[in-house]
């Protein structure tokens, strides 16, 4: 018996909470929705809202790069075949295409407006990465590319009058009318309390999922708020078995995970084991640079075989002051810890990284639900297929934030948008159920995901997740919570079940998604695991 996941978190009654209008609403402030509300601004008033402040999103922290074709000696057709072939036969070959062609001229955008982009003369400076045929990776300040690139967006988004930005606003929900289209959010606003914002159109950019493992490199608000407010409000959710898993992770006992770029591996370090063997030639050709799949599932095998916590990377054979030139971020990381990368081995194992499943989307941004489109690490839009190419992240979060941010602003009702606000009074009942701990049911939801629906996964354990979250579920779903470790548990509830149950149904093996009790790929499931509330 599964739970009611009821349609809206909190009660809603519109007559008297605070609300506003606005043309285009943007939710999230990463790389996808900064862009969606640039290009939105050109026809339109915008308001984008995120969850804390501008500087708290995955985008801010990733680290090696952003893929593109900048080179004359590299090809679109290579880009493109590289993606594919790391996506396991589950890429969307139209997808593909149009973020490959489109990459190359939004990148040269986001360096006339300001990135910081690491230079040799008048050409990007570019690394090899896993998976990648041609060295395309450019990158900011050595291994800070997220933060040049965050930063250059925000400078343009706060110069442009008609984009309103509000920091610390939680979205609870979504609105929809009783067509299901969408008429905008509610949430909360640090400063003002509760407030509706109605929106002619929405955009949800509202990241990734890795803060419902235990071991992960996302920030604190990668709750999956985004995943459960569209599931909620009727959207189909595609491909959330599969989890990307980052194979390098500083790993230090008591500390938080800490991303060690994929670019170091890019510019020649080793992975060794305990025993200070070199081992990733015995799982691939590649060695080092297979895709990231290959790699996480290597090293958690490498531990296993060896009974060790983690692996290291070794790069002491590095030329002097190369690693602190060209990964500055890591190299003080790693004094941080004592580590002399001169002398010492880094330690490492691989963490929950990336959602390439998401809220289904199609080649415009747009969602099963009118009015609503999907950006960024929220959105299913084919790209990444079964696993992600590194760096394809960034440059998928331009393509379709362009995207959608011109659809969402040419889709505006000439009606105007207050002829769109309905009358919303919706009431949860009291419910007489024992309270729970909600911080605790989080720590232990965490454990439980990395245990059960972590890199390797088997039905006996997949089963007795969803029996557990379901337990979880009985005594937090009914509940109506004030505040945002409520909220955000309620919504990780909501999306480790789904989780659960698309690891469930997929019974093979393919690119992130790893079953021991079915290790092979199987061509009856080259299709995508779809889900709807109904």
């Excluded at 067509?179 to 109605?198: A, H, Q, V």
């Excluded at 929405?202 to 493992?213: F, N």
């Excluded at 595609?238 to 670019?263: C, K, N, V």
């Excluded at 929950?352 to 989307?361: E, L, P, R, S, V």
Aim: glycine content about 8%; some cysteine; overall charge negative.
């Amino acid at each position: 018996m599964q739970p009611e996941i009821r349609r809206y978190l909190t009660n809603i009654d519109t007559v008297s909470t605070q609300q506003f209008f606005t043309d285009v609403l943007v939710v999230g402030a990463g790389v996808s929705g900064l862009r969606a509300a640039i290009e939105a601004s050109e026809k339109c008033s915008v308001t984008l809202v995120c969850k804390d402040t501008l500087e708290k999103s995955n985008s801010w922290l990733a680290q090696g790069g952003i893929a593109s074709v900048l080179d004359k000696d590299d090809s679109l057709e290579s880009h493109y075949e590289d993606t594919i072939r790391t996506g396991c036969g589950l890429c969307n070959n139209e997808t593909v295409r149009l973020v490959v062609q489109n990459g190359p001229k939004l990148v040269h955008e986001l360096k006339d407006w300001g990135t910081e982009f690491d230079m040799v003369g008048d050409k990007f400076a570019a690394t090899l990465e896993g998976g990648h045929s041609f060295a395309r990776i450019a990158h900011s300040h050595g291994d800070s590319t997220g933060r040049g690139i965050t930063e250059a967006l925000i400078r343009k988004a706060r110069g442009i009058k008609n984009i309103n930005i509000i920091e610390e606003f939680f979205t609870i929900d979504l609105i929809t009318d009783q067509d299901k289209n969408c008429l905008g959010i509610i949430g909360y606003n640090s400063k003002l309390g509760t407030e509706i914002i109605w929106g002619g159109s929405t955009i949800l950019a509202t990241g990734g999922a890795g803060r419902l493992y235990r071991e992960t490199t996302n920030p604190r608000v990668a709750t999956a708020d985004g995943l459960a407010m569209a599931y909620r409000a009727g959207a189909v959710l595609a491909d959330l078995e599969m989890m990307q898993f980052h194979p390098t992770t500083l790993y230090i006992a008591g500390a938080s995970r800490a991303l060690i770029t994929e670019a170091l591996r890019g510019e020649g370090a080793i992975l060794i084991d305990c025993n200070g063997d070199r081992f990733m030639s015995d799982y691939n050709p590649a060695g080092e640079l297979a895709p990231r799949d290959i790699v996480s599932q290597s090293i958690l095998s490498q531990m296993l075989k060896t009974n060790s916590t983690h692996v290291y990377l070794d790069v002491r054979h590095f030329k002097e002051g190369f690693f602190q030139k060209r990964f500055p971020y890591i190299y003080e990381l790693c004094k941080d810890f004592d580590i002399d990368v001169r002398k010492d081995l880094i330690p490492v194992r691989p963490s929950a990284h990336y959602m390439i499943g998401g809220i289904k989307t199609d080649l415009q941004a747009r969602t099963n639900i009118k009015g609503l489109f999907a950006v960024g690490e929220a959105a299913a839009t084919g790209l990444h297929g079964a696993n992600r190419l590194a760096s394809n992240s960034l440059v998928e979060g331009l393509v379709f934030g362009q995207i959608a941010g011109k659809n969402a602003a040419s889709d505006i009702d000439s009606a105007g948008i207050e002829a769109k606000r309905t009358r919303v009074n919706y009431h949860v009942p009291v419910s007489q159920r024992t309270v729970l701990d909600t911080a605790d049911v989080r720590n232990s939801l965490r454990a439980l995901m990395w245990r059960n629906i972590g890199i390797t996964r088997h039905e006996k354990a997949l089963q007795e997740a969803r029996e557990i979250i379901l337990f979880w579920q009985r005594y937090v779903m009914d509940k109506v919570f004030d505040d945002y470790e409520g909220w955000e548990c309620q919504n990780m509830l909501t999306v480790a079940m789904l989780m659960a149950e698309s690891a469930q149904k997929r019974k093979e093996s393919r690119g992130v998604h790893y079953r021991r009790d079915y290790p092979e790929k199987k061509e009856d499931f080259a299709f995508h695991i779809e889900t709807c509330m109904v």
